[in-house]
Each structure stands twice: as C-alpha cells, then as structure tokens.
C-alpha cells in the first residue's frame, strides 16, 4: 500500500528536505461505453482507491529530478532538456511539466518523488494516475491557476505527444475530475464532463473488479482495424462518426458487409446503453444498471468480438456465482472484468472467478473491490 509516509521518507532520502507537499491521483475503471471514444461517443468511468501519491518541493538549481519509488530509479535532467522523446516511466511525469510549459504556463526545477498502487498495465490507467498526480502538485507549486478540465486535456497531451500514446481523454478526465460516489459521463465529441451520483453501498450494491491477467497479444492491430472500419463505416453512411446514426436499421441496411454492420450495431447500442445508465443513475435507479453491463459484453463477444476466452469466462463464473451483471472493462483482447455484485457478495464472486480459471488451467486472476474515489487533489 503506497502510503503518504513512504513517499515523503524518501523525498527526505533524496533531497536532505521535507517536501513542500503530497499530492495524489487515481486509477480509473470504465463502467460502461467501450470502444465509443474514437467515434465520438460517451463514456462513465469512475475513479478508484487505488491511486498515485507524489511528494514534490521546488529546486534552487535548474534540475528535474524525478524517482519512482516502485521502480527504486531516480533520473535527473536540466529543466532546459524539457523535450519529447524519451522513453520510460519518466517521459510521464516529464511530459506533464513539458505540456504545461508547451502551453505557456511558468514552471521551474521541481523534485518529485513518485509511488503507485494502481496496478500496471492492468488497463487501469496507472499512467494517468502518476500525470495526474504530477498536474496537481505543479499547479500548487507553481500557482498554475488552471481549471480541472483543462489540466486533464493538458495530461492528457503529455501522454499524446510526450510518452507518443494516441489515448483519448477518459483517463486523465476520469482520474482529475470524478469525486467519491460519482461517476464521470463525458461527451467524447464535445469534452463535456458530468458527474453522476453512483452511491454503491448504501444502495447495497459493490463493483468487483477483476484482472484476468491475460497477456495482450495483437492488441494494437485489432484495435487499428476496428477503429478503422468504423471510420470506413461512417464514409459510407456520410456522416461525422457513427455517433451520428440516429436510426441503426436504416444506416445498417445502407453497409456492404455483415462484419462491418455488426462493428457499427456494437458501437451505436453501446452509446445508447452508457447514455440510459447516465440518465438511470441520475434518476437514482441503480438497480437497471446491471442489465446494461449484460448486454455490453454480449455486444463485445458477439458483434464488436474483442473479447477472449478468460474475459468471457470470468463473466459467466462471476454472474454463477451471483454477480447482477459483468462485462469486459478496457480495450479488450484481455484486461478486467467488472462485476456489479449485492453488498458483501464481491469477495466471493472473485473467489469462485479464481477456481474457475483454477478449473480451466488459466493463469490465477487478481481482483478488488472498487469504490468510487476522489480526484486528483492535495494530500498534505
Ligand atoms: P495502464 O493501463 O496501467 O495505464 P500504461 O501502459 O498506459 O498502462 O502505463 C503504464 C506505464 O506507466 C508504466 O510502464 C510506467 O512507465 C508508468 N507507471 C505506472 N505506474 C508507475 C509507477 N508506480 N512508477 C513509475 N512509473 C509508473
Ligand atoms: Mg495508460
């Protein structure tokens, strides 16, 4: 558990001084709305527990020193060699103090100190936990008077241009913006960010979010030729994304192939089911929420297939063993599962999860219980 202690004992180590501050910033998991970014499209993420703490003080000489203590790796570069193009876990929080100096905000020599307990990789945005930690404390530090939106689409440029990852902006929005019990719904076409009331427990309901711990593979060319063809798709139906479609029959009968028609089906139905979970959440029914979920990953195995076998597994372990509903989280090809559980049930459900992959021979999963968490913010 990365604890605020940690960090600041080894911004002492380091620097011989307490650091001026500790600022932290989540991980997120999408709820539902997968694969409607790029077509400009909605999604509801949330910001989980598990988050990325930074202990950072200015310098008096004219370094960037950054250290992840995870990694137990400290660099150090001249604040005038501030440019893209390195590699690394430091192009991260390199990249946010580029970003904002790019976009003509005064920053100076700064230490951060860095530690994580956002799983890697998991596809639970480890990496905008650390840029959104680091927005947080360079804008105190340096009395950067920039709005939460703002700094997320600036972290978000960091991971763009700087790091060289073409992601959209949930991440960074989810992990600046959501706040405890909320969920983000964010209009992928006009930024537009909206919190939504999500009260899990005391509705009586949990989020198990599980790890399949299956390895990517081919990750980056499957999602090249789906988001290809969507684009293809919506050439053809003359439109400026598949956002656009206000009636699937006719836009479908309009399109030359099945599999084409069945990737447009996918993106369309997912955009109205994260739409009427923002309008259900906000109308306090919860209790529909599930079925959406159901019906997200009986659309992303059939129609969109970007699921594999340990992913469609642990849906149907977890709603055996009791889950309400469950679907895929994330890109796809691997990753997590959510499963929407009743209160105290979370535990058990990622228990029988395990035995089922145990069963089949797959790699054991790793899982938590989620509750929705705050935003990037001050520590200490
Ligand atoms: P994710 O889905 O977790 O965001 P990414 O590949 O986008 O996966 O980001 C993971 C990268 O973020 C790591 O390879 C590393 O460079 C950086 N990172 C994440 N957590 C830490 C950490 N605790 N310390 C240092 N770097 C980290
Ligand atoms: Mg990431």
Same mark, same amino acid.
Request: proline share 5%.
């Given at each position: 558990? #990365?604890?605020?202690?940690?960090?600041?004992?080894?911004?002492?180590?380091? #620097?011989?001084?307490?650091?001026? &501050?500790?600022?932290?910033?989540?991980?997120?998991?999408?709820l539902i709305g997968e694969?409607?970014? $790029?077509?400009?499209?909605?999604?509801?993420?949330?910001?989980?527990?598990?988050?990325?703490?930074?202990?950072?003080?200015?310098?008096?000489?004219?370094?960037?020193?950054?250290?992840?203590?995870?990694?137990?790796?400290?660099?150090?570069?001249?604040?005038?060699?501030?440019?893209? @193009?390195?590699?690394?876990?430091?192009? $991260?929080?390199? @990249?946010?103090?580029?970003?904002?100096?790019?976009? %003509?905000?005064?920053?100076?020599?700064?230490?951060?100190?860095? !530690? *994580?307990?956002? +799983?890697?990789?998991?596809?639970? *945005?480890?990496?905008?936990?650390?840029?959104?930690?680091? =927005?947080?404390?360079?804008?105190?530090?340096?009395?950067? /008077?920039?709005?939460?939106?703002?700094?997320?689409?600036?972290?978000?440029?960091?991971?763009?241009? $700087?790091?060289?990852?073409? #992601?959209?902006?949930?991440?960074?929005?989810?992990?600046?913006?959501?706040?405890?019990?909320? %969920?983000?719904?964010?209009?992928?076409?006009?930024?537009?960010?909206?919190?939504?009331?999500?009260?899990? *427990?005391?509705? %009586?309901f949990?989020i198990l979010?599980?790890?399949?711990?299956? +390895?990517? !593979?081919?990750?980056?060319?499957? $999602?090249?030729?789906?988001?290809?063809?969507?684009?293809?798709?919506?050439?053809?139906?003359?439109?400026?994304?598949?956002? /656009?479609?206000?009636?699937?029959?006719?836009?479908?009968?309009?399109?030359?192939?099945?599999? =084409?028609?069945?990737?447009?089906?996918h993106?369309?139905t997912e955009?109205e089911r994260a739409?009427l979970a923002? #309008?259900l959440?906000?109308?306090?029914?919860l209790e529909e929420l599930p079925g959406l979920l159901d019906a997200s990953h009986a659309s992303m195995r059939d129609d969109?297939?970007?699921t594999?076998?340990?992913v469609d597994?642990a849906v149907t372990a977890a709603k055996t063993a009791g889950a309400l509903g469950a679907r895929m989280t994330? @890109?796809?090809? &691997?990753?997590?599962i959510i499963a929407w559980c009743? *209160? %105290?049930?979370?535990? !058990?459900i990622?228990?029988?999860?395990?035995?089922?992959?145990?069963?089949? &021979?797959?790699?054991? +999963?790793?899982?938590?219980?989620?509750?929705?968490?705050?935003?990037?913010?001050?520590?200490?």
């Amino acid at each position: 558990m #990365t604890t605020a202690h940690v960090v600041a004992t080894h911004y002492v180590d380091l #620097t011989g001084s307490a650091p001026e &501050g500790i600022w932290f910033a989540p991980g997120r998991v999408n709820l539902i709305g997968e694969h409607t970014d $790029y077509n400009d499209g909605f999604v509801l993420p949330f910001a989980l527990e598990q988050r990325a703490l930074v202990a950072a003080g200015s310098r008096s000489d004219d370094l960037i020193v950054m250290r992840a203590i995870d990694l137990d790796e400290t660099v150090r570069m001249p604040i005038s060699d501030l440019a893209p @193009g390195r590699g690394g876990w430091s192009a $991260y929080p390199a @990249g946010v103090l580029w970003a904002l100096r790019e976009a %003509g905000h005064r920053i100076g020599p700064i230490t951060l100190v860095l !530690s *994580s307990n956002v +799983p890697l990789g998991a596809g639970l *945005s480890s990496s905008a936990a650390i840029e959104c930690a680091v =927005m947080a404390a360079a804008c105190d530090l340096f009395e950067l /008077d920039i709005s939460p939106i703002e700094r997320a689409k600036l972290s978000q440029r960091a991971e763009n241009e $700087y790091v060289g990852a073409p #992601t959209g902006l949930l991440d960074q929005a989810a992990s600046t913006l959501c706040q405890r019990e909320t %969920g983000l719904f964010l209009d992928c076409r006009t930024l537009e960010a909206t919190l939504v009331p999500l009260p899990l *427990s005391s509705k %009586g309901f949990e989020i198990l979010v599980l790890d399949t711990h299956t +390895p990517h !593979s081919h990750v980056d060319g499957e $999602y090249g030729e789906r988001r290809a063809t969507c684009e293809e798709a919506a050439r053809l139906l003359q439109l400026p994304a598949l956002r /656009d479609i206000d009636d699937l029959e006719a836009a479908l009968a309009k399109l030359p192939d099945e599999r =084409m028609r069945r990737r447009v089906r996918h993106v369309v139905t997912e955009n109205e089911r994260a739409r009427l979970a923002f #309008t259900l959440a906000l109308q306090g029914h919860l209790e529909e929420l599930p079925g959406l979920l159901d019906a997200s990953h009986a659309s992303m195995r059939d129609d969109y297939e970007i699921t594999v076998p340990t992913v469609d597994l642990a849906v149907t372990a977890a709603k055996t063993a009791g889950a309400l509903g469950a679907r895929m989280t994330g @890109g796809g090809f &691997g990753g997590c599962i959510i499963a929407w559980c009743r *209160s %105290g049930d979370g535990s !058990s459900i990622g228990e029988a999860v395990e035995r089922a992959f145990a069963e089949a &021979g797959f790699t054991a +999963p790793a899982w938590f219980v989620a509750h929705p968490s705050e935003g990037a913010g001050r520590l200490i």
